[in-house]
């Protein structure tokens, strides 16, 4: 078989799936291999759901926007709330990014129905052979690919061949650990509770996106198209609580009367309960064996960069393979493939998300104070608030990775 134009990629998440499609698009044959299978694929726990305008400009790119859209909500505002106070402190609008961007506004649409869709895309794909039930094991590579050794749906044994392999099977990456490359970091003793709540909370003055500051008991609300119409409310948890107790159906239902005191019952959805990680990898690659996405780097929730700086680095890494594969560029691109995405991981997504979860949970009020007059001086002269957006969008780690070389 000739290798030199395929790709082996491990994951079938967002950030597996967009490189597929790019890379299959422009004419590459990619083997995806995917452990989940047809049975269970959508039966993913809640994850990723912002998708912020540069993320949607690629995804227009390959033909997933246009799913996705009337799947999602579009919500143009977000809203930074002061709960102790019960005060809305900031509202920033999308629309001050017009010239900046096609999409001057966030798609609020969950991840599993961004892989739905574009796993549908990448099955009718004559360029890409989706392997579900298929768990990737381990690999090798010589001069000329590499090797990667699965179990396959029947159970056996068996090995595949390309060029590269790109490791976008998430966070417990096996490639990384099998190139040795070190996950630097930290984890947050805390766990996130997450609620899916049937309740429309924009009846009290919130929108579609909300952060919330409480030196107790911090939150995020953000909404979700149905059916059935979901919000998803997010608070901190005590490292020593036990887990099952956190998520009895009395003690959900407890946790969000604190938030908004109601005489009858909410509509519980659904929970879950995650460890955040805040980590990027010491390198991206291993010659011919190349990280992406939360195989890469991980972070928490808040600001909603995961999976979109996943997507990033999948275009990043897709424009670059081709040139390599197409023999109009050396393997050396990929440095600064690492470059590039390393520089965004450590200085945007990492910075950002670090400093929005210690925003939230400030505890001493004079830099409470300080933070939320920052924030409602900074919403509310245009200027500012737009350069806020391009930071917060990620247009501007866009911008300044293009600018390295
Ligand atoms: C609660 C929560 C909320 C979040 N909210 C947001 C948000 O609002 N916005 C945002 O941008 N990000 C968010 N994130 C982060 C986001 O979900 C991830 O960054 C994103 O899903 C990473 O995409 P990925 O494709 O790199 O990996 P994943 O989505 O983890 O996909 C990896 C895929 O690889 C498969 N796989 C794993 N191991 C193997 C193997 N050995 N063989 C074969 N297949 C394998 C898995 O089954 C999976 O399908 C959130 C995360 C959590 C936990």
Not at 77 to 95: C, S
Request: aromatic share 8%; proline share 4%.
């Amino acid at each position: 078989m000739d290798i030199s134009h395929r790709v082996i990629v491990v994951g079938a998440g967002p950030v597996g799936l967009c490189l597929s499609l790019a890379l299959a698009q422009a004419g590459m044959q990619v083997c995806l291999i995917e452990a989940l299978g047809e049975d269970n694929f959508l039966e993913q726990v809640p994850r990723a759901g912002t998708n912020h305008p540069a993320t949607l400009e690629l995804l227009e790119r390959i033909g997933l926007y246009d799913k996705l859209e009337p799947r999602g909500i579009i919500a143009p505002l977000v809203h930074y709330w002061d709960r102790r106070e019960n005060r809305l402190i900031a509202e920033f609008d999308h629309g001050l990014l017009k010239d900046d961007t096609r999409f001057p506004y966030v798609l609020q649409c969950e991840r599993i129905k961004v892989v739905e869709e574009a796993l549908k895309l990448a099955q009718a794909h004559p360029n890409i052979e989706v392997r579900l039930s298929t768990t990737f094991a381990s690999f090798a590579q010589d001069a000329d690919g590499v090797t990667g050794r699965v179990i396959n749906a029947a159970g056996e044994g068996e090995t595949m061949r390309g060029a590269y392999l790109v490791s976008a099977e998430g966070a417990r990456s096996i490639v990384r650990k099998e190139l040795g490359i070190a996950f630097e970091g930290f984890t947050y003793p805390d766990r996130t509770l997450n609620i899916e709540v049937a309740y429309d909370f924009r009846k009290h003055g919130y929108t579609e996106r909300n952060y919330i500051s409480d030196p107790d008991e911090w939150s995020n609300l953000f909404h979700w198209k149905g059916p059935p119409d979901r919000w998803r409310v997010h608070f901190p948890t005590e490292p020593s609580e036990d887990p099952e107790a956190l998520q009895r159906p009395e003690a959900l239902q407890a946790r969000l009367r604190k938030f908004l005191s109601s005489a009858r019952d909410y509509d519980i959805v659904g929970s879950n309960l995650y460890t955040v990680h805040q980590r990027v990898a010491k390198k991206f690659r291993g010659g011919r064996a190349i990280l992406a996405g939360d195989s890469a780097h991980v972070n928490s929730p808040i600001g909603a960069m995961g999976m979109n700086s996943g997507v990033h680095d999948a275009f990043n890494l897709a424009d670059k393979l081709l040139k390599i594969l197409r023999k109009e560029a050396g393997e050396d691109l990929l440095d600064r493939y690492e470059r590039q995405r390393r520089h965004v991981a450590v200085q945007h997504t990492q910075a950002e998300t670090i400093r929005n979860k210690r925003r939230l949970a400030e505890k001493d009020p004079a830099v409470r104070r300080r933070n939320h007059d920052d924030l409602r001086r900074t919403a509310e002269d245009p200027k500012l608030a737009r350069a806020f957006l391009l930071r917060t969008s990620l247009i501007e780690s866009l911008r300044e990775a293009e600018q390295i070389a």
